[in-house]
């Protein structure tokens, strides 16, 4: 599916040579969002931070802040990003691997929360916050065990503190009175529909609650119950994701004086960007059609990560040239590796030499996770339509 503003704009960027290009739908955007906010406006509902690393395009991120509560940044980079695009929001700081740099940074920039990874990392700020005199307002990242099957990534692994190596946080917490403990952070997998992500929310809030019980715990009751919400790439663009049933079903676990929170990156900006571009060959090799697009997965690496076939409309634009009709073609970019497909075997009336391609569901984990410089093609344009 495209806007007809996205389709109107691809044909003018044809005609002046500017393909391939990501083209971002910004009022489609605001309308997402502003969706998700107002379903998410119940009574102890969680709050909402956008996880930049889904999308940290400025534009893209300005017309998300005024629907969220503050943005979840993943690294010193997006933090000093993200600082400077929204010098008043509210920034929670998370990620494995955080250097002293990256520490202080978070401590010098004013971050509302930093989502401590290990007790390792919970002394070094003990140390840095105690050298600079300064107080942090820290959660932990619990790493529950349980079964994620199912789901599109489950971060098992080295994310967070499983329940063992949490217990050791404790000791470094008393002597350190300038790390103010608010509460438990997890983030457990991608791809959970609405009824699963409630299921594993009221799992982290039970074993949350206990831990802080248990600990004698008597600060701020938060629990960011991370992002993940399900995006389904074959299901041609329809948002699949219940909002309004999580909203209420997420919101009723709350207890009084407890804080919610999520952190959504790709459901927020995924169906709100495409990736265009044109067909430069079509021919038939070993019985199979291709079709050679300008452009390829060193710009848009989703397809390629994701091991799926990337959702797409073809613009015909009626030019002469080799064609192919009522077969199933396969949609290949120019890099010189069998692995550069945006989609296999896919059922197309005609696609002819100059049509266009717009691969949808680009607005997410597309242009910011590539390895554009692979071949050394001319990179592609930016539009952020506002209307
Ligand atoms: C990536 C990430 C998110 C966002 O995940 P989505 O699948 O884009 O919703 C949220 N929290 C943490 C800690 C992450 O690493």
């Avoid at 073809?314 to 009709?325: F, L």
Wanted: hydrophobic content about 40%; charged content about 20%.
């Amino acid at each position: 599916m495209i806007t007809r503003r996205v389709e109107e704009h691809a044909l003018e960027l044809a005609t002046s040579a500017q393909l391939p290009a990501f083209v971002y739908d910004l009022a489609a955007l605001r309308e997402h969002v502003s969706a998700v906010r107002s379903v998410l406006s119940v009574p102890g509902a969680p709050e909402i931070f956008y996880a930049a690393k889904a999308n940290p395009d400025v534009p893209v991120l300005n017309t998300v802040a005024p629907y969220v509560d503050g943005i979840e940044v993943a690294s010193g980079g997006e933090l000093a990003h993200v600082r400077e695009a929204l010098p008043d929001a509210r920034i929670a700081f998370g990620g494995p691997g955080k250097t002293d740099e990256e520490l202080d940074l978070a401590l010098r920039l004013g971050v509302e929360r930093i989502h401590v990874e290990s007790p390792y990392e919970l002394s070094r700020l003990a140390r840095i916050t105690k050298d600079s005199g300064r107080e942090a307002e820290i959660m932990l990242r619990l790493n529950l065990a349980g079964d994620r099957s199912g789901v599109a990534l489950a971060m098992s692994g080295p994310f967070g503190m499983d329940p063992e190596l949490i217990d050791s946080c404790t000791e470094i917490l008393a002597t350190s009175p300038q790390l103010k403990l608010c509460g438990i952070h997890a983030h457990l997998a991608s791809g959970l529909n609405d009824t699963a992500m409630v299921a594993q929310s009221a799992e982290i809030l039970t074993w949350g609650r206990a831990w802080l019980d248990r600990i004698g715990h008597t600060g701020p009751r938060d629990f960011n119950l991370g992002g993940g919400m399900a995006v389904d790439y074959s299901a041609s663009d329809t948002i699949t994701f219940d909002w309004k049933r999580y909203a209420e079903n997420v919101a009723a676990l709350a207890q009084p004086g407890e804080t919610l929170r999520i952190e959504p990156g790709r459901a927020i900006t995924v169906y709100s960007g495409w990736y265009i571009t044109e067909v430069l060959d079509v021919k038939k090799a070993h019985g199979q059609w291709y079709a050679v697009l300008r452009g390829g997965t060193m710009q848009f690496r989703t397809p390629v990560t994701k091991q799926h076939n990337q959702p797409f409309t073809v613009i015909h634009r009626n030019q002469p040239g080799p064609t192919v009709t009522d077969e199933p073609v396969t949609m290949v970019g120019q890099l010189c590796t069998p692995k550069d497909v945006f989609a296999r075997d896919m059922p197309t009336d005609h696609i002819t030499v100059g049509d266009l391609v717009a691969f949808s569901m680009a607005g997410a984990y597309a242009w910011n996770i590539s390895h554009h410089d692979f071949l050394m093609h001319p990179k592609p344009t930016f539009s952020y339509l506002t209307a």
